[in-house]
């Protein structure tokens, strides 16, 4: 049986300290595979990454490349590209909406623009996504007056939303009470059973201790390099 091609791959990335003040990051290899859930910490000090933003090929690395389906972004024309994104979903450590559409219009942007799905059927996915989250409905304000913790879980709708083949979290409870978690968990699960990959940065260690996080490798971010937990336990980080 042939091995299966990383749905995300990270080759020997470095990629100095960006305007948007991510931290640095130095020789990076990691392959995530699908049906994989790879947990990283993130150490105090530490938690700006750029992780999400050169998966998404939003960032170009200064040495080595970033691979997504087998193929570098650099080497990916501008319109296959965005066809690629829509494949892609993310909850953003930082502000991740549009302030002049509706939560229910940010929610379902992407799946409007890079698809042709009927707009009711975008409209009841999200829905269902929504009631799973233990949201009443889907927000249809402005996200200003959404509440943060509704916010956040709008985002995982959208993270969801479309079935990815990559889900980026970052940081995806924050704000969040843990009675939540277990919500998440199952949206994650049955990305995973889909064959999706998921990669969950995190500095909480409630979260890395769940026990039914279905997490297939965890790693640390080590100074600069990422670094894979081996035996059950992390690296000495002294």
């Not at 299966?4 to 640095?24: Q, R, S």
């Not at 009631?131 to 879980?153: D, H, I, K, Y």
Request: charged content about 25%.
């Amino acid at each position: 049986m042939s091995e299966k091609v990383p749905i995300l791959e990270f080759k020997d990335v470095t990629i100095a300290e960006t305007p948007m003040g991510h931290a640095c990051m130095s020789h990076v290899n990691a392959r995530f595979l699908p049906g994989s859930l790879a947990l990283i910490r993130m150490e105090p000090g530490n938690e700006q990454l750029p992780f999400a933003d050169l998966a998404e090929g939003l960032l170009c690395p200064e040495e080595g490349h970033v691979l997504f389906r087998g193929e570098a972004w650099t080497g990916i024309p501008p319109e296959q590209m965005l066809q690629q994104r829509a494949r892609i979903g993310r909850v953003f450590d930082g502000h991740g909406w549009i302030s002049n559409l509706n939560v229910d219009e940010n929610v379902t942007l992407s799946q409007r623009h890079h698809t042709r799905r009927p707009g009711a059927e975008i409209l009841a996915e999200a829905e269902a996504l929504a009631r799973a989250f233990g949201l009443s409905e889907l927000p249809r304000t402005r996200p200003a007056m959404v509440s943060p913790q509704e916010l956040r879980r709008a985002e995982w709708i959208r993270a969801f939303l479309g079935q990815p083949l990559l889900v980026l979290l970052e940081r995806p409870m924050r704000g969040v009470p843990m009675g939540h978690l277990p919500r998440l968990i199952s949206a994650v699960r049955q990305a995973l059973s889909r064959e999706a990959a998921v990669l969950w940065l995190t500095d909480n260690d409630r979260i890395e201790q769940h026990s039914e996080l279905p997490t297939s490798a965890r790693y640390v971010m080590q100074g600069f390099t990422l670094v894979m937990m081996e035996n059950g336990r992390y690296p000495d980080r002294r």
